[in-house]
């Protein structure tokens, strides 16, 4: 059987989710036909213009002035602008011919089956045999879809359910119809994760699928709840959000982003498809979801939901729905003993004990919501999966969680749990108790590093599939320690390699990341090939640990605050200069001293998600980790014969001093602050410590050199010095910067041009950090940085001063 491969797609439909999904296929290099409707009727503008219906731009309409929309939105569904060249728009009247020559056609129109079916039936006459077909429906049964269709395709069909947005959200659910190849099942379920970068489930073809079983159900069950206990909306968020792994987002402001209409509708379909459902009786709308409907608060799309912004005075205000009187109220802050006690506890997982032991309402809350949750989890196995751990898995992936329902029940006990489900006058189904008397303890287990869940059929525990792709550090931590101090624990790899993973608050930079960051080089080049600096928290690092410097400056300890910058500067330096290659591997936040830190490896193996830049100006100070040197070497590596090489640097010190920040690995290229021909992106952050090991083990196989010390990087003098200078005061002038930014950048602009020298000269990488570290001292002594940095510790936003 030849491989199949998917060099170009179809996109019928360009709503909000097919335009998302056309430019995340745009997103990993895939050619996307995205077709619509024509119009019906001229607007006003074609109509000034003397446009017909029968002009191109005009049945074109509807699908460029979507995908228009949708590339505008933010946060963008694209990695990059320039990869929108890779989606060409048409029409399904004009252009429907073309989906012949595609590999994969998706249709993402209206939730209408009729409507689905009238696509398909013109689909199947230009389809050319053997071409993946697929919806994007989020609860039509796909056996309905594919009624009346050719064998052919029956056999490739199945539903693709992508979660909005389609950039953002992981899950990739996979819904086979009757007749579905199980070849297309497996094909899809590993292109979803490998090239989509989703966490792939196969689901069953049962009414809302996986995900939106389980979430509508969750949130459903708070709808009801909230008025039994007599909760406001400000304390249900505050409840249901980070505290529990959740998203800022929570419950009723999520409700918000994604329509109440929506969210009613797919618990309506429930409840017209799942008579059978035990906990039925939740899906039907409380009164005030229905008073909600009628009165037209459906939240963002609507203007106002459960939240209502509101501009006074010039001022904006968020006002709250009280859901007795659905009159709207200034918002309330939300506080409860039990979520104090959680505060020092920084593994979210390890919070759950303390939540479900609280003695107040949130104590209450939580009993009664996760004995609900588990009791109905454990009801939906074998209904719409089999394993317990595709639940878990969608979760996680489609909403956001941090943990899924049994990863909860693991962590405070299965007897627990069961507890908490009787207190409720719940029943749990009868598999939870054979489990426990087959001797398994808990629904998951780890073996030689590798996750095990609990089989229904076999009553054993047995490895879950597909995660030979993968390194999880939490499998391996324990048995592969190889160093551990209170920043860093450094573990085995395999093969030779280490791996250095923060374990910080936030992952920040102090004292014992940066000793832990040298032992780890010190162990590699001692008794291993290579080393990677990884981890799989929420984000990489969100830079140095800017508290200490703000006490030793405000102490003013200023020789052993030069002392931490200059051990700052040699941590990185050492990392460039090992003898084994070095592997940084960044997501999420990679700001200021993590970007310095991926900046001197040897290779960079970012993920796709990765927002990336040194943003010491915000703080008051400049990069003095070794940043601002480095890109003033990288501006000098770039300066070519015939080149303004002033408008080349001024580029590199414009990225320092607008504090820009990438929006995803692929515009980290632009600022420099990744390498192209060196530094690489991969889409699914969980294969990226397993590729960063990859790539650190390549280069030690292919003969590994330490690297030579620069003695050649070209700084520009008085030259450059002075084009700063006039370009800072006319931007002071403008009113465009304060007199501080202004100081700061004056800083910036004496290390980038190698301080005042009268003319163009070579000079070594130590010159440059020790006029970078004199001007990061300098600024700390300075009242408004110190303002600064206070502030950004205080409420974690900048101070313009």
């Known amino acids: 059987m030849s491989k199949r491969r998917i060099k170009k ?33 001229l607007n006003a503008k074609e109509k000034a213009k003397g446009l017909t219906l029968e002009d191109k731009v005009v049945r074109n309409r509807l699908v460029n002035d979507a995908l228009t929309a949708s590339l505008k939105s933010k946060p963008s569904p694209i990695y990059h602008q320039k990869f929108a060249s890779r989606i060409t728009t048409g029409n399904i009247e004009d252009d429907i011919s073309k989906v012949a020559d595609v590999d994969w056609i ?51 069909f199945c539903g693709t359910h992508f979660f909005n947005p389609a950039r953002y959200l992981k899950l990739f659910e996979i819904i086979p119809g009757p007749k579905t190849d199980a070849a297309v099942l497996n094909f899809l379920n590993g292109y979803g994760e490998q090239f989509l970068g989703k966490t792939s489930v196969v689901a069953k073809d049962t009414p809302a699928f996986i995900g939106n079983r389980i ?11 909230v008025k039994d206990m007599a909760l406001t909306i400000e304390e249900v968020d505050k409840l249901t959000g980070p505290v529990i792994g959740r998203p800022k987002s929570a419950t009723f402001r999520t409700v918000d982003v994604v329509g109440l209409d929506t969210l009613v509708h797919v618990a309506n379909g429930i409840a017209d498809n799942c008579k059978n459902d035990e906990r039925l009786e939740l899906f039907k709308l409380p009164d005030f979801i229905d008073t909600m409907m009628k009165n037209n ?68 809350f939580y009993r009664k919501t996760f004995a609900a949750l588990f009791a109905y989890v454990s009801h939906r196995i074998p209904e719409i999966s089999d394993d317990l751990y595709k639940i878990d898995d969608a979760m996680k992936a489609g909403f956001g969680w941090e943990h899924g329902p049994f990863q909860i029940w693991d962590a405070i006990g299965v007897d627990k749990g069961l507890e908490l489900i ?53 499998n391996i931590r324990t048995s592969n ?90 941590t990185m330096m050492r990392m460039r200069y090992s003898s084994i290659p070095t592997v940084s591997a960044p997501h999420g936040m990679s700001l200021g001293g993590a970007c310095e830190l991926s900046m001197h490896a040897d290779k960079v193996v970012a993920a796709a998600e990765t927002y990336m830049g040194l943003v010491e100006f915000g703080v008051g100070v400049i990069p003095g980790g070794a940043g601002s040197k480095e890109m003033a070497l990288r501006a000098s590596d770039t300066f070519r014969k015939g080149d303004v090489e002033l408008n080349t640097l001024q580029e590199y010190f414009l990225t320092i001093g607008m504090a820009k920040v990438s929006t995803s690995g692929y515009e980290a290229f632009d600022l420099g602050v990744l390498q192209k021909g060196k530094d690489i992106v991969v889409v699914n952050k969980d294969r990226q410590i397993a590729v960063a090991k990859q790539q650190a083990k390549l280069m030690a196989d292919m003969g590994y050199t330490q690297p030579v010390k620069r003695t050649d ?55 440059l950090l ?25 409420t974690g936003k900048p101070l313009r001063n």
Not at 122 to 132: M, N, S, V
Not at 324 to 350: C, G, H, M, Q, W
Not at 770 to 794: N, P, V, Y
């Open 297 to 364: 608060l459906l939240g963002s799309k609507s203007g106002q939901g459960f939240y209502k912004k509101q501009v006074s005075n010039g001022k904006k205000e968020i006002l709250s729905l009280d859901l007795n009187s659905l009159e709207y109220r200034a918002s309330k802050k939300a506080k409860f003993a039990t979520l104090d006690l959680t505060k020092p506890i920084d593994k979210v997982i390890d919070r759950f004990k303390v939540l479900i032991a609280g003695k107040d309402k949130a104590g209450t």
């Open 713 to 767: 990087v070209k700084v520009l003098g008085k030259q450059a010095l002075g084009m700063f200078l006039v370009g800072t005061d006319a931007m002071e002038d403008s009113n465009y910067i304060s007199a501080h930014d202004k100081k700061i950048a004056n800083k910036l602009a004496y290390v980038m041009a190698g301080g005042d020298l009268s003319e163009p000269t070579l000079v070594n990488e130590q010159y």
């Open 106 to 156: 998706m249709e993402v129109v209206v939730e209408r089956l009729d409507i689905k079916k009238q696509v398909f039936e013109t689909l199947e006459k230009h389809r050319t045999p053997g071409t993946l077909i697929t919806s994007n429906t989020s609860g039509i049964p796909i056996k309905f879809m594919s009624e009346g269709r050719s064998e052919d395709f029956q056999k490739h």
């Open 9 to 41: 797609v179809a996109i019928v439909g360009s709503g909000i989710m097919g335009s998302g999904i056309a430019c995340h296929f745009a997103n990993i290099g895939v050619e996307v036909l995205l077709l619509d409707i024509i119009p019906r009727e």
């Open 215 to 225: 979430g509508i159900f969750s949130i459903m069950s708070l709808f009801h709840a």
């Open 422 to 474: 009787k207190e409720e006058n719940l029943e749990v189904a009868s598999w939870v108790s054979d489990m426990l008397a087959s001797g398994s303890a808990s629904f998951y287990t780890v073996n030689n590093g590798a996750s095990y869940c609990y089989d229904i059929k076999t009553k054993a525990q047995v490895k879950i599939p597909g995660q030979d792709a993968f390194i999880i550090l939490d």
């Open 770 to 794: 020790d006029l970078e570290r004199e001007a990061f001292l300098s600024l700390c002594t300075e009242r408004k940085t110190l303002e600064r940095i206070q502030h950004m510790l205080k």
């Open 481 to 570: 320690e190889v160093f551990k101090n209170s920043g860093v624990v450094i573990e085995d790899l395999g093969d030779g390699i280490l791996n250095c993973e923060f374990q910080s608050k936030m992952n920040t930079i102090g004292g014992d990341v940066l000793a832990g960051i040298n032992k780890a080089v010190d162990l590699a080049e001692k008794n291993y090939e290579g080393l990677v600096i990884g981890n799989q928290g929420a984000n990489f690092s969100v830079g140095a640990n800017i508290g200490m410097i703000f006490m030793m400056a405000v102490e003013q300890e200023y020789d052993e605050l030069n002392a931490a910058i200059k051990y700052f500067q040699d």
